[in-house]
């Protein structure tokens, strides 16, 4: 496996500084019923305003009827490369507070993100990789499933890493890219 850890300043969890984003999946993975149960359950615990917990999941497995319908939503070059990966988690945001009114959507896609962190967080302690995709067509997708009252987040692709010297030349150019960050000056306001 690719070893792409961020070079830090301090030291940090590993869970942050071993966590990148692969384009290249082992195609031949499929996860068991517990781990992919364990994504969402981590999902279920993180933080929300108001614990209103605004959000909704699809698990779409590699082979299933979920995952033949989330994968014509991806748009560019995550066509060529998402549908390897062992899964595929549809992150979606209520558009709506439990009485009913509406939401502030900036407010809900963030509950939503700190789900899907967890998520990643929970897949990268099992050893598995995770990669953020918000490239899909989000009304096609809640047009697949029939959602209402939701928006599409982002979309997860999770699996093991897989061969890159089988990827295509672009595949592999991309997963040899160094992982570059602003630096901590650019990022920090003011000093403490
Ligand atoms: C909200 C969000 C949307 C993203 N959308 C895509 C996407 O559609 N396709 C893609 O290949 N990567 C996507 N990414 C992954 C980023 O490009 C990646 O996280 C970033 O380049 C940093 O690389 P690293 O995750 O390996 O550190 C997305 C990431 C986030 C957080």
Redesign the pocket.
Known sequence: MLD?TAITSVPVSSLVSG???P?VYDSSHSFSKEELTAFIEAARWAPSSNNFQPWKFVVAPRGTEAHSKVIPTLTG??QSWAPAASALVVVLASTTRPDGTAFDRGTAMFNAGLAASNVVLEAESRGFKS??????EKQQLLDEFGIKGFEPA?ILAIGLPGDVSKASPELQTREAAQ?ERKSLSEIILGEF
Do not use: L, T, V
């Open positions: 792409k966590r990148w984003s384009r070059f995550n990669h953020y995709m918000g490239g899909f982002i992982r």
